[in-house]
């Protein structure tokens, strides 16, 4: 049975969702908002979680059998279907079959917006080679993050945007004291980012390096040493990456991040 509970009525810790919550890490950031929708199964085998207007994030535990996904599937569906949610993530084999429900009943029509895989970190695997030196953003990073952020865009979701628009995103950024930068030759030629830390995990994100700069690995450089820092304080650093990046998933890997599970977004068309 399904119930719409209150944020910090989610109970994660008691649940078998901690054996796939690198997979699912976005959940702790999303239930932090008090206002965030929240469901979850009595028998805590399912959680669903969004914040107003944004995608929703679905856990249903892999072990469960099928009859137990399609009714959950069944009654996720009777509970969400005068909401509004623009797109879902989770395993790809389950949120599928909620989005079949959404096109048959609502003649929804949907498509795979993008699939992640989620790392973890236990240990950083030292570089070949350590390059410059990572150093946290101030004031006088903002124009170089601005850019950088149009390029992560770009690259990530197909998006141009403008340098300028991004310009009070990098001043967030900067005063966040979150976004690390790699400095080599009193040049700025990575940019990473910690984005959350739950209670026991450190997300990355926002990698990205300037095409010029590529191939010289810069992004391992950066990557790695924030990923001790994390690992220093006590946290297990994870992160997503675009499975269709062969080449980021490489740099991810020869750290040390290790694969956990594959996430899968669809979008609802309108």
């Given at each position: 049975?399904?119930?719409?509970i209150h944020?910090?009525?989610l109970?994660?810790?008691?649940?078998?969702?901690?054996?796939y919550?690198?997979?699912?890490n976005?959940i702790?950031?999303?239930?932090?908002d008090?206002?965030a929708?929240v469901?979850?199964?009595?028998?805590?085998?399912?959680i669903?979680a969004?914040?107003e207007?944004?995608q929703?994030?679905i856990?249903?535990?892999?072990?469960?059998?099928?009859?137990?996904?399609?009714?959950s599937?069944?009654e996720l569906?009777?509970?969400?279907?005068?909401?509004?949610?623009p797109?879902i993530?989770?395993?790809?084999k389950?949120i599928?079959k909620?989005?079949?429900?959404?096109?048959?009943?609502k003649?929804n029509d949907y498509q795979?917006d993008m699939e992640?895989?989620a790392?973890?970190?236990p240990?950083?695997?030292?570089?070949?080679k350590?390059?410059?030196?990572?150093?946290?953003s101030?004031?006088n990073?903002v124009?170089?993050?601005a850019?950088?952020?149009?390029?992560?865009i770009?690259?990530?979701?197909?998006?141009?945007?403008s340098?300028?628009?991004q310009?009070?995103?990098?001043?967030?950024?900067?005063?966040s004291?979150?976004?690390?930068?790699?400095e080599?030759?009193?040049?700025?030629?990575?940019?990473?980012?910690?984005?959350?830390?739950s209670?026991?995990?450190?997300r990355?994100?926002n990698?990205?390096?300037?095409?010029?700069?590529?191939?010289?690995?810069?992004a391992s450089?950066l990557?790695?040493?924030?990923?001790q820092?994390?690992?220093?304080?006590?946290?297990?650093?994870?992160l997503?990456?675009?499975?269709s990046?062969?080449?980021?998933?490489?740099?991810?890997?020869?750290i040390?991040?290790?694969?956990?599970?594959?996430?899968c977004?669809?979008?609802?068309?309108?």
């Open positions: 049975m399904l119930q719409v944020a910090d009525e109970d994660i810790d008691n649940s078998e969702f901690l054996n919550e690198v997979d699912f976005l702790h950031r999303i239930v932090e008090e206002n929708f469901i979850q199964s009595t028998d805590k085998n399912l669903a969004q914040n207007g944004r929703m994030w856990w249903i535990n892999p072990n469960m059998n099928d009859n137990y996904v399609n009714k599937v069944c569906y009777e509970i969400l279907k005068d909401r509004q949610v797109s993530s989770g395993y790809k389950y599928q909620l989005a079949d429900k959404f096109l048959i009943n003649s795979i992640m895989i790392y973890y970190c240990k950083v695997i030292p570089t070949y350590n390059h410059g030196k990572m150093i946290i101030n004031i990073h124009d170089i993050i850019k950088f952020t149009k390029g992560f770009k690259d990530s979701f197909g998006i141009d945007v340098v300028k628009c310009l009070e995103g990098a001043k967030r950024s900067v005063s004291g979150n976004t690390y930068l790699l080599l030759n009193n040049k700025i030629v990575s940019m990473a980012n910690i984005a959350h830390k209670k026991r995990h450190g990355i994100n990698v990205y390096t300037p095409d010029e700069e590529r191939n010289k690995g810069y450089t990557v790695a040493n924030l990923s820092k994390l690992l220093n304080e006590k946290f297990t650093p994870m997503y990456a675009d499975d990046n062969i080449i980021s998933n490489k740099v991810y890997t020869n040390g991040y290790i694969e956990t599970g594959k996430i977004n669809i979008k609802f068309m309108i």
